[in-house]
């Protein structure tokens, strides 16, 4: 190749877009990213939302936006047919606990939020406090009752909190009421969407007034009863790399690939979404340490990991 797609033949590094959070803190500094603010929240890691566009840091697409390049080049990303790039990685540092929430689905999303996609997601516990918790499910028996505990606010009745512990995996569905709770620090895998509707928020005030609640919405899409998520990790070994399959849904696969040496990658998706979660080393001649995020674009047939280094990735099918 010649001309400006020679930097087809790169990984495509991101420039990661933070934001604060009234539950946000000093957690995503602990991870690396000095740049983070005192009350930041969220890593936008690989992002082509409007709300966080990161950029192309490197090659010859450097200075461009993730969603610019899969507008233009949708030979980097193996030709699917998305209207929008389909994921969105983040890196969650919950200093306080965020609001107890649902997702949409896809069809609900359209309907109810300007043709918008749902939310499924998924998390990675990088690290967490001792004896921490998160809220994943509920108590409710039937929507009927689910209504009533809602609209009577009998929280510690209705709300789920399981015990959490570093390298833990859950899978979020549209429907399941969930939250993240203090001390905990995450690597989340969704949709690329940013669809979310608040059931409680602790009474908090923001600027002075409570956060918009979205009770209807919520009644509306949490499904009840509330079913586990049942899901059988995987593991295979390869020269250089260990593999563990965390997920494969229809919206995305996970896996966490855990590299000693040099592990050869021959590119057989239509992307792959890298994260390094622990270690460092290089790709493709490039140092690459915990915080980073790049893409491997179907145009590079084979990509080379070099060091020791534990990474989170993540791509679709064709």
Known sequence: MSGE???????????????????????????????AGDKAGECWGISAHK?????IKNGAYEGKTLSWCFENHRELFGNIKDQVFPLLVKILGAEDDLSIQVHPDDKYAAEHENGALGKTECWYILDCKEDATIVIGHNAQDSEELEDMIKKARWK?????????????????????????????????????????????????QGGRPRELHI????????????????????????????????????????????????????DKP???????????????????????????ATLKECLFEGEMIVIVSYCEN
């Open 216 to 267: 209807q919405q919520s009644i509306d899409c949490i499904v009840a009863p509330h079913m586990d998520y049942k899901q059988e990790v995987t593991i295979e070994k390869f020269s250089g790399m260990t593999c563990e399959r965390l997920i494969d849904c229809k919206f995305y696969n996970l896996e966490k690939w855990s590299i000693h040496g040099s592990y050869c990658y021959k590119m």
């Open 51 to 55: 709300n966080g566009d990161c950029i």
């Open 5 to 35: 797609n020679g930097g087809d033949m790169k990984v495509l590094m991101l420039e990661p877009v933070f934001k604060d959070a009234i539950w946000g803190g000093e957690l995503l500094k602990t991870f690396g990213y000095e740049q």
């Open 157 to 205: 009745e209705l709300i789920r909190e399981i015990p959490i512990k570093k390298g833990d995996f859950f899978q979020i569905n549209p429907g399941c009421l969930h939250a993240i709770k203090g001390g905990t620090l995450l690597i989340e895998t969704q949709q690329n969407s940013d669809v979310t509707y608040r059931v409680y928020d602790y009474d908090r005030l």
């Open 271 to 297: 992307f792959i979404n890298v994260s390094v979660i622990e270690g460092k080393g290089i790709v493709q001649d490039l140092k690459i340490k915990k915080g980073d995020h790049f893409i491997i674009p």
